[in-house]
């Protein structure tokens, strides 16, 4: 192996006696309502856990998770999904070309490439026990929180349906039996208005309700000058009402019913790179035009030239209901049930550029339902839970690409003939069924088993649409409709919309995997514990989004993945104050890795311009394996330090290409190709310094936090292979690679103000003001060129808040 595991964690905990690095180790300390069970305070505070979908203390579950409650996040600053990456190892977020509000999670090196209905997601995002396939909205949902845990490493049993990298669980608070409430308001510059409020109401003895609702609004830091539009805004509603009824010690069912608002403009991109090599090529026509905006972009960092003007609006709505029921005798049923309804109108850049390369405005429509039915069984020394679940997803996903097309202005002599147009338009059917199994054996006080089974079939469908505009005669303006995948013509339909069901293609399939888990947990004391664990995790398979012909229309394989994990949990006595310190080393063994690829396809000779391809593609085999250490210390009652380094290495153990050279087939290694969003090094810490005062005068403190990452790829074509001619066009986007970065927070915050029920806030993100990027679209193969997604600027704001009822105690 490139690391040698024993070094890495004698030097993570060497790390944790150096009190000036400041450290974020985030945990929850939820309430008995929503854990279920009573937190004992240790010091540091007991932190409980559902990542066995039961709750158990974090330091007895072989489970590398990490988890923050509700006022840490608050504490923290965390209003964003991107901003979790600031509180656990081994976690990557980040926007995608629809927005901030439609990111990607990433954990372990194991990320989804895109947001369509035809590719799971690495990695599971559960809100209130249901699973969201698609991750819009995610940023809507981060109030009024009572935990966020994240959970690492492949879920082969409870969280199991394609879930290789991970899951992430968001557990709103729950209605209570008390009066509550609280109002909060903050501003800030670039514009920000946030408002927020909670109302909790005991209906009766047997019925709460709790209404929660957050309204954000907040002036983009990028700036389209050719549009005169500000992009990466935040204009979002959430609203969510809760109904729990309790009408005994037997039952209890919670109802949640939520809807998310967003009105952006998206993610503005910057022309980052543009290729002399292939513009030269398939885009000649476009070269000097391309050259040119790439010279005259602004130099300011955060304006660009964009050919469209942006927007990403979503409108998702939402009804649940967790219902349990307590049998007697250590037995119990549970049933989860939800549905969701998302709508998505966009209108994005791939480029950044002044020219239209590619510029896809559509929509994406999805349903999903899904039901749980749980069954357990507790005694003394065993713990049992099986159950049964459905899920289906259905939706159509269809836009327009208008393709490298010029703007007038930019050099109006060389501009090309009028642009062509694909319309990419498709409706899917996704259907998983599962039963799942999972146990645990106290074998003695100080040694227990658990493994469970989880058996998946998974059916898979598709209807393509996809249709493309090409002139003919070439030159001319005379457009015809040709389907993508029968190459059929429909004739001249000038300046119309094709008849989407001229070009209908289907196609269908199944997969079916058992996956698995297995640990052993070794108990020295109650203060420390070690644990080796083995799972096998598995994503289904799907289909490309645009092929260009029937041969690639085949569906991709599902992704599947073993890995072995060491963890060591310990609490203990450091210089007189309460300590924690957990680590995790894992190596995972990775087959069929489904890669994102595009690719150009010329429908007519040039002048007129090819046609982008999307399509996935499943890698050989590869490694994952690093080291995460958790760190957590009060040296004074009145100060937290926190730790989290996390150390992550890939390895593509075999992964080739074939390409033609004059019509034969060449084989290409490109094995050397980065895992996309894995850097090598993150860490992420946090230090709270609590103002020593007397208790009527409030509870002022400060927070310093800090999130540092290294370099990252953005591309799964990345290789610095050519072939032996020079040929293989993938290599193009070999510097598509982006530098670390650290950010720097600040916040000063004073509860209960001179006694009051008010608490005062200000705060500072990236205190600095460093200029970082967070993503590229890499088109550099295909057309030429790359655009960059840049970070937030500096940011600044305060925040008042007012509590009363339960919630002011």
């Not at 945990?27 to 937190?39: F, K, L, M, P, R």
């Not at 929180?145 to 690492?152: D, E, G, K, W």
């Not at 409108?315 to 969701?340: A, E, P």
């Not at 094995?671 to 996309?676: E, L, P, V």
């Amino acid at each position: 192996m490139k690391i040698e595991f024993t070094r890495i964690l004698l030097l993570g905990a060497a790390t944790t006696a150096c009190l000036g690095c400041g450290t974020t180790i985030a945990y929850a300390q939820e309430s008995a309502a929503a854990a279920g069970e009573t937190a004992q305070d240790d010091g540091l505070g007991e932190i409980l856990v559902t990542a066995r979908r039961t709750s158990e203390r974090l330091q007895d579950v072989p489970v590398a998770v990490t988890a923050v409650g509700g006022e840490q996040l608050e504490a923290l600053g965390i209003v964003q999904g991107q901003d979790l990456q600031r509180i656990a190892p081994s976690l990557t977020i980040s926007p995608t070309v629809r927005g901030s509000a439609s990111p990607q999670y990433g954990i372990r090196a194991q990320r989804a490439g895109t947001p369509t209905i035809l590719i799971d997601p690495a990695v599971g995002v559960y809100f209130a026990e249901v699973g969201t396939s698609r991750a819009g909205g995610g940023n809507a949902v981060l109030h009024d929180l009572a935990s966020v845990q994240i959970l690492r490493g492949p879920q082969g049993t409870l969280f199991g349906r394609n879930t290789t990298g991970g899951a992430v669980l968001i557990t709103p608070a729950a209605p209570t039996g008390d009066f509550a409430g609280y109002v909060q308001g903050q501003a800030g510059n670039l514009g920000l208005i946030d408002l927020e409020g909670m109302l909790n109401l005991p209906i009766g003895p047997t019925l709460s309700l709790r209404a929660a609702a957050k309204m954000t609004k907040r002036d983009g830091y990028t700036y389209n000058v050719l549009q005169n539009q500000r992009t990466d805004d935040i204009d979002s509603q959430s609203y969510r009402l809760s109904l729990r009824w309790a009408p005994n010690d037997v039952i209890e069912s919670t109802t949640i019913g939520t809807y998310l608002r967003v009105r952006e403009n998206g993610t503005g991109l910057k022309l980052g790179a543009v290729d002399t090599t292939v513009l030269a090529g398939v885009t000649a026509p476009l070269g000097p035009l391309l050259v040119a905006d790439f010279n005259s972009q602004p130099r300011d960092f955060y304006s660009y030239n964009g050919a469209i003007a942006l927007r990403n609006n979503q409108d998702i709505y939402g009804i649940q209901n967790i219902t349990s029921i307590d049998l007697g005798g250590g037995f119990g049923v549970k049933n989860i049930i939800g549905y969701k309804d998302f709508k998505n109108d966009y209108c994005f850049n791939t480029a950044g550029s002044a020219v239209h390369v590619v510029a896809p405005c559509g929509t994406q429509t999805t349903e999903q339902f899904s039901d749980e039915l749980q069954f357990t069984f507790s005694s003394d020394r065993i713990d049992l839970i099986g159950g049964l679940f459905y899920f289906r997803e259905s939706g159509n996903d269809s836009n327009i690409q208008t393709q490298l097309a010029a703007l007038a202005g930019i050099n109006p002599a060389n501009s090309p003939p009028p642009a062509n147009r694909g319309f990419q338009d498709f409706d899917a059917v996704n259907t998983s069924y599962s039963l799942f199994f999972h146990a645990e054996v106290e074998a003695a006080e100080w040694l227990s088993f658990a493994g469970g089974i989880r058996f998946t079939h998974d059916d898979r469908e598709v209807t393509w649409h996809n249709i493309d505009e090409v002139r003919v005669p070439a030159g001319t303006n005379n457009r015809v409709f040709r389907c993508r995948l029968s190459s059929v013509t429909n004739g001249s339909l000038d300046n119309t919309t094709p008849d989407r069901n001229l070009c209908s293609y289907s196609a269908s399939t199944s997969f079916e995997e058992p996956t698995w888990d297995v640990s052993v947990k070794f108990k020295a004391s109650d203060k420390m514990q070690a644990y080796f664990a083995h799972r096998h995790g598995y994503r289904s398979g799907g289909f490309p989004t645009s092929p260009n012909n029937v041969a690639v229309s085949s569906p991709f394989l599902p992704e599947k993945i073993d890995d072995i994990e060491f963890g060591l949990k310990t609490e203990f006595d450091l210089l007189g104050g309460p300590a924690r310190f957990n680590a995790a080393a894992y190596y995972g063994w990775y087959t069929n890795i489904q890669r994102s690829t595009s690719g150009a396809v010329q429908l007519a000779p040039p002048p007129a311009a090819p046609v982008l391809v999307g399509l996935t593609t499943n890698a050989s085999q590869g490694d994952i394996y690093g080291a995460e250490l958790e760190f957590e210390w009060r040296p004074a009652t009145n100060l937290d330090i926190r730790l989290n380094y996390a150390r992550t290495e890939t390895d593509y153990t075999r992964y080739t290409d074939i390409y033609a050279v004059a019509g034969v087939p060449t084989v290409v290694d490109i094995s050397d190709i980065d895992f996309t969003f894995a850097p090598k090094h993150q860490f992420n810490g946090s230090l709270t310094y609590r103002l020593p005062v007397a208790e009527s005068v409030g509870e002022p403190s400060i927070t310093v936090s800090q999130y540092v990452q290294s370099s990252f790829g953005t591309s799964d074509t990345a290789t610095a292979n050519c072939g032996p001619n020079g040929l293989y066009r993938p290599c193009l986007t070999r510097n598509s690679r982006l530098p670390g970065y650290a950010l720097t927070g600040i916040r000063a915050e004073w509860k209960r103000v001179m006694g009051s029920d008010v608490d005062l806030a200000v705060f500072v993100n990236n205190l600095f003001d460093k200029q970082y990027k967070t993503f590229s679209t890499n088109l550099q193969n295909v057309f030429g060129v790359r655009g960059d997604a840049v970070g937030a600027p500096r940011t600044a704001g305060f925040s008042l808040r007012y509590s009363f009822g339960a919630s002011a105690d």
